[in-house]
């Protein structure tokens, strides 16, 4: 079974430009969750998708958005990009049979981008 | 708010030489404690999940156990393969699939 990809791998940017993540979850699991690495901060929860909507959400500006489509692939957008913004952008897919239910969550190699 | 601690922040061992690894949390409910195994470069690899104080789960060198304010990472006889960051997530019952995470271990194993 094909795991979590992401794309693009790497990606350089310059401040205030904007950027698309792409993630594929996989076959069959309808959740993506996006997180934000960096050495400082950790691993931090952006935001889950769960059919098609916008499930929860973390504690970052509205310059960071998503959406999910109907075959459970999902975006990533980061508006006027900030130089904090690099990071390892990580994609995270899980099987939520429905809204009640949570299961573990499988990571993608991320999408490493930096913002110069 | 839900805090995740994992302690030490890297561990030096000899190959063959057992330890721990410790994650202490506080969380406002619990659903779930995960562990991930990261390598550098790459995403994070599920490990184990556990739900419930004195849950325990083995996989091949690790064992996993659970408290009601933390949990352990057992690591017997470790290879020079298991070298990696150990991190550890809580889910809390309020809080859908967002996962928190701990700042990690960075466990190096010599031969």
């Known amino acids: 079974k094909a795991g979590v990809t992401q794309t693009p791998r790497y990606l350089i940017k310059t401040r205030g430009q904007q950027v698309t993540l792409s993630c594929s979850p996989i076959?069959?699991?309808?959740?993506v969750s996006w997180y934000q690495q960096t050495p400082g901060q950790g691993l931090q929860f952006l935001f889950e998708y769960f059919s098609e909507t916008q499930r929860n959400k973390g504690n970052f500006p509205g310059r960071f958005s998503g959406r999910q489509f109907s075959n459970s692939r999902s975006e990533m957008n980061v508006s006027t990009l900030e130089l904090g913004d690099s990071a390892l952008y990580l994609c995270?897919?899980?099987?939520?049979?429905?809204?009640?239910?949570?299961?573990?969550?499988?990571f993608g190699p991320g999408t490493r981008l930096t913002v110069l | 708010e839900d805090q995740v601690t994992q302690s030490p922040e890297a561990l030096r061992l000899q190959e063959g030489e057992s330890s721990s690894l410790n994650c202490s949390y506080t969380?406002?409910?619990?659903?779930?404690l995960f562990w991930y195994r990261q390598d550098p470069g790459k995403g994070p690899e599920f490990l184990f999940t556990?739900?419930?104080a004195g849950e325990e789960k083995e996989k091949e060198r690790l064992k996993a156990t659970l408290t009601k304010k933390e949990s352990f990472l057992h690591i017997t006889a470790p290879k020079p393969e298991d070298s990696a960051t150990y991190l550890c997530a809580v889910q809390a019952l309020n809080a859908g699939n967002m996962l928190t995470f701990g700042g990690g271990t960075r466990l190096m194993v010599k031969p």
């Open positions: 076959s069959g699991h309808r959740s």
């Open positions: 969380v406002s409910g619990l659903r779930g």
């Open positions: 995270a897919s899980s099987l939520r049979v429905d809204g009640s239910s949570y299961n573990e969550q499988f």
């Open positions: 556990l739900y419930s």
